[in-house]
Protein backbone atom coordinates (compact mmCIF):
# COMPACT_ATOMS: atom_id res chain seq x y z
CA UNK A 1 0.00 0.00 0.00
CA UNK A 2 1.84 3.05 -1.10
CA UNK A 3 0.52 5.68 1.07
CA UNK A 4 3.03 8.57 -1.34
CA UNK A 5 2.93 8.19 -4.73
CA UNK A 6 5.13 9.84 -7.41
CA UNK A 7 3.62 8.94 -10.90
CA UNK A 8 6.51 10.53 -13.23
CA UNK A 9 9.23 7.83 -12.87
CA UNK A 10 10.98 10.51 -15.14
CA UNK A 11 11.34 14.02 -16.38
CA UNK A 12 13.02 16.33 -18.59
CA UNK A 13 13.77 20.10 -18.71
CA UNK A 14 15.57 22.10 -20.59
CA UNK A 15 17.98 24.39 -19.08
CA UNK A 16 16.24 27.71 -17.45
CA UNK A 17 12.94 26.39 -17.84
CA UNK A 18 10.35 25.04 -15.00
CA UNK A 19 11.01 21.48 -13.43
CA UNK A 20 7.67 20.65 -11.37
CA UNK A 21 8.20 17.41 -9.81
CA UNK A 22 4.69 15.99 -8.54
CA UNK A 23 3.54 13.82 -5.41
CA UNK A 24 0.33 12.27 -4.22
CA UNK A 25 -0.62 11.20 -0.63
CA UNK A 26 -4.05 8.95 0.53
CA UNK A 27 -3.50 9.24 4.32
CA UNK A 28 -4.67 12.23 5.48
CA UNK A 29 -2.91 11.86 9.10
CA UNK A 30 -0.03 13.27 6.91
CA UNK A 31 0.73 16.23 8.46
CA UNK A 32 4.08 17.59 7.30
CA UNK A 33 6.05 17.20 3.77
CA UNK A 34 9.51 17.26 2.48
CA UNK A 35 11.28 17.12 -0.71
CA UNK A 36 14.99 15.02 -0.72
CA UNK A 37 17.10 15.36 -3.72
CA UNK A 38 19.56 12.23 -4.02
CA UNK A 39 22.75 11.81 -6.59
CA UNK A 40 23.83 8.34 -7.66
CA UNK A 41 26.27 7.09 -4.58
CA UNK A 42 25.29 9.69 -2.18
CA UNK A 43 22.22 9.63 0.90
CA UNK A 44 19.11 11.61 0.52
CA UNK A 45 19.27 15.29 1.20
CA UNK A 46 16.58 17.18 2.57
CA UNK A 47 15.56 19.88 0.09
CA UNK A 48 12.51 21.95 1.15
CA UNK A 49 9.51 21.47 3.29
CA UNK A 50 5.91 22.32 4.13
CA UNK A 51 3.83 22.32 6.77
CA UNK A 52 0.02 21.32 6.48
CA UNK A 53 -1.00 24.71 7.92
CA UNK A 54 0.30 26.47 4.87
CA UNK A 55 -0.22 25.89 1.23
CA UNK A 56 3.02 27.35 -0.17
CA UNK A 57 7.16 27.54 0.86
CA UNK A 58 9.42 29.25 -1.49
CA UNK A 59 13.53 28.72 -0.77
CA UNK A 60 15.51 30.29 -3.32
CA UNK A 61 14.98 28.25 -6.22
CA UNK A 62 12.53 25.74 -4.70
CA UNK A 63 9.23 26.29 -4.24
CA UNK A 64 6.47 23.21 -2.86
CA UNK A 65 2.77 23.97 -3.13
CA UNK A 66 0.46 21.65 -1.17
CA UNK A 67 -3.10 21.30 -2.11
CA UNK A 68 -4.85 19.31 1.03
CA UNK A 69 -8.04 18.83 -0.27
CA UNK A 70 -6.70 17.31 -3.50
CA UNK A 71 -3.95 15.19 -1.37
CA UNK A 72 -1.32 16.44 -3.46
CA UNK A 73 1.90 18.48 -3.60
CA UNK A 74 4.38 19.69 -6.09
CA UNK A 75 7.74 21.34 -6.04
CA UNK A 76 9.02 23.79 -8.43
CA UNK A 77 12.55 24.37 -9.43
CA UNK A 78 12.86 27.65 -11.46
CA UNK A 79 15.10 28.03 -13.61
CA UNK A 80 16.43 24.52 -13.78
CA UNK A 81 19.95 23.94 -13.53
CA UNK A 82 22.35 20.99 -14.88
CA UNK A 83 23.28 20.24 -11.34
CA UNK A 84 19.61 19.48 -10.88
CA UNK A 85 19.51 16.24 -12.58
CA UNK A 86 18.91 13.70 -9.62
CA UNK A 87 16.47 11.59 -7.79
CA UNK A 88 13.81 13.25 -6.17
CA UNK A 89 11.37 11.87 -3.52
CA UNK A 90 8.69 13.11 -1.48
CA UNK A 91 8.13 12.23 2.29
CA UNK A 92 5.88 13.00 4.12
CA UNK A 93 5.04 13.01 8.32
CA UNK A 94 2.32 13.25 11.10
CA UNK A 95 3.36 15.50 13.50
CA UNK A 96 1.79 13.64 16.21
CA UNK A 97 2.76 10.10 15.15
CA UNK A 98 6.23 8.23 15.59
CA UNK A 99 8.85 10.36 13.97
CA UNK A 100 8.75 7.69 10.53
CA UNK A 101 8.84 9.51 7.42
CA UNK A 102 7.14 7.56 4.57
CA UNK A 103 8.79 8.54 0.91
CA UNK A 104 7.57 7.88 -2.27
CA UNK A 105 8.97 6.29 -5.14
CA UNK A 106 10.80 9.22 -6.97
CA UNK A 107 11.33 10.95 -9.78
CA UNK A 108 14.89 11.10 -11.84
CA UNK A 109 15.02 15.01 -13.31
CA UNK A 110 17.17 15.49 -16.40
CA UNK A 111 18.38 18.67 -16.98
CA UNK A 112 18.89 19.12 -20.82
CA UNK A 113 21.77 21.76 -21.18
CA UNK B 1 30.12 18.61 9.52
CA UNK B 2 27.78 15.96 11.22
CA UNK B 3 27.86 12.50 9.58
CA UNK B 4 26.34 9.25 9.32
CA UNK B 5 28.54 6.86 8.31
CA UNK B 6 27.84 3.55 6.80
CA UNK B 7 30.67 1.17 7.09
CA UNK B 8 30.87 -0.41 3.42
CA UNK B 9 29.96 1.13 0.48
CA UNK B 10 29.50 -2.01 -1.42
CA UNK B 11 29.15 -5.40 -0.80
CA UNK B 12 29.03 -9.20 -2.47
CA UNK B 13 27.28 -11.47 -0.04
CA UNK B 14 26.45 -15.23 -0.91
CA UNK B 15 23.08 -17.14 -0.53
CA UNK B 16 22.49 -17.59 2.70
CA UNK B 17 25.58 -15.75 5.01
CA UNK B 18 24.56 -14.08 7.66
CA UNK B 19 25.20 -9.96 6.81
CA UNK B 20 25.95 -7.17 9.34
CA UNK B 21 25.52 -3.60 8.00
CA UNK B 22 27.05 -1.03 10.10
CA UNK B 23 26.06 2.48 10.54
CA UNK B 24 27.54 5.23 12.99
CA UNK B 25 26.34 8.83 13.56
CA UNK B 26 28.38 11.62 15.47
CA UNK B 27 25.26 14.20 16.02
CA UNK B 28 23.80 12.28 19.49
CA UNK B 29 20.41 11.54 17.45
CA UNK B 30 17.84 9.67 19.39
CA UNK B 31 16.63 8.55 15.89
CA UNK B 32 17.64 5.85 13.72
CA UNK B 33 16.21 4.62 10.76
CA UNK B 34 17.53 1.58 8.03
CA UNK B 35 15.85 2.41 4.56
CA UNK B 36 16.35 0.31 1.28
CA UNK B 37 15.95 1.69 -2.00
CA UNK B 38 14.35 -0.14 -5.01
CA UNK B 39 13.90 1.10 -8.76
CA UNK B 40 10.41 1.97 -8.50
CA UNK B 41 9.44 1.49 -5.27
CA UNK B 42 11.49 4.41 -3.34
CA UNK B 43 13.13 4.09 -0.10
CA UNK B 44 10.89 1.78 1.97
CA UNK B 45 11.55 1.47 6.04
CA UNK B 46 13.07 -1.57 7.42
CA UNK B 47 13.36 -0.73 11.47
CA UNK B 48 13.74 2.18 13.18
CA UNK B 49 14.70 3.12 16.97
CA UNK B 50 13.99 5.93 19.10
CA UNK B 51 16.58 4.94 21.84
CA UNK B 52 19.58 2.77 22.70
CA UNK B 53 17.92 -0.80 22.99
CA UNK B 54 14.80 0.12 21.35
CA UNK B 55 13.59 -1.11 18.36
CA UNK B 56 10.77 -0.77 15.77
CA UNK B 57 9.42 -3.11 12.96
CA UNK B 58 9.28 -0.53 9.99
CA UNK B 59 7.08 -1.70 6.67
CA UNK B 60 9.68 -4.39 5.58
CA UNK B 61 10.89 -6.30 8.24
CA UNK B 62 10.99 -9.80 7.22
CA UNK B 63 14.21 -11.11 6.89
CA UNK B 64 16.01 -8.29 8.65
CA UNK B 65 16.68 -7.80 12.54
CA UNK B 66 18.53 -4.74 13.67
CA UNK B 67 20.62 -3.98 17.27
CA UNK B 68 21.25 -0.99 18.71
CA UNK B 69 23.65 -1.46 22.08
CA UNK B 70 25.08 2.00 21.99
CA UNK B 71 23.39 5.44 20.92
CA UNK B 72 25.79 6.20 17.90
CA UNK B 73 25.55 2.79 16.39
CA UNK B 74 22.57 0.96 14.86
CA UNK B 75 23.38 -2.34 12.53
CA UNK B 76 21.37 -3.91 10.52
CA UNK B 77 21.38 -7.62 10.01
CA UNK B 78 20.00 -10.02 7.40
CA UNK B 79 19.88 -13.28 9.32
CA UNK B 80 19.92 -15.64 6.03
CA UNK B 81 20.65 -13.25 2.94
CA UNK B 82 19.20 -13.66 -0.03
CA UNK B 83 18.80 -12.53 -3.77
CA UNK B 84 15.54 -10.62 -3.06
CA UNK B 85 17.36 -9.11 -0.85
CA UNK B 86 19.81 -7.30 -3.00
CA UNK B 87 19.47 -3.33 -2.76
CA UNK B 88 20.48 -0.54 -1.75
CA UNK B 89 20.61 0.22 2.22
CA UNK B 90 20.14 3.94 3.50
CA UNK B 91 20.84 4.33 7.36
CA UNK B 92 19.36 7.57 8.63
CA UNK B 93 19.34 9.45 11.79
CA UNK B 94 17.71 12.59 13.81
CA UNK B 95 17.07 14.22 16.37
CA UNK B 96 14.08 13.80 18.76
CA UNK B 97 10.97 15.61 17.72
CA UNK B 98 12.90 16.73 14.58
CA UNK B 99 12.12 13.98 11.92
CA UNK B 100 9.34 16.30 10.55
CA UNK B 101 12.70 18.56 9.80
CA UNK B 102 14.18 15.86 7.80
CA UNK B 103 16.83 13.42 8.57
CA UNK B 104 20.33 13.06 8.21
CA UNK B 105 21.47 10.35 5.12
CA UNK B 106 24.71 8.35 5.39
CA UNK B 107 26.00 7.47 1.24
CA UNK B 108 24.10 4.14 1.28
CA UNK B 109 25.52 0.44 0.87
CA UNK B 110 25.08 -1.13 -2.68
CA UNK B 111 24.46 -4.76 -1.48
CA UNK B 112 24.60 -7.53 -4.09
CA UNK B 113 23.63 -10.92 -2.83
CA UNK B 114 24.43 -13.41 -5.46
Known amino acids: DQQVKQNSPSLSVQEGRISILNCDYTNSMFDYFLWYKKYPAEGPTFLISISSIKDKNEDGRFTVFLNKSAKHLSLHIVPSQPGDSAVYFC????????????FGTGTRLTIIP | DVKVTQSSRYLVKRTGEKVFLECVQD?????MFWYRQDPGLGLRLIYFSYDVKMKEKGDIPEGYSVSREKKERFSLILESASTNQTSMYLCASSSRGTAIYGYTFGSGTRLTVV
Open chain 2, 27 to 31: MDHEN
Open chain 1, 91 to 102: AASAVFGNEKLT
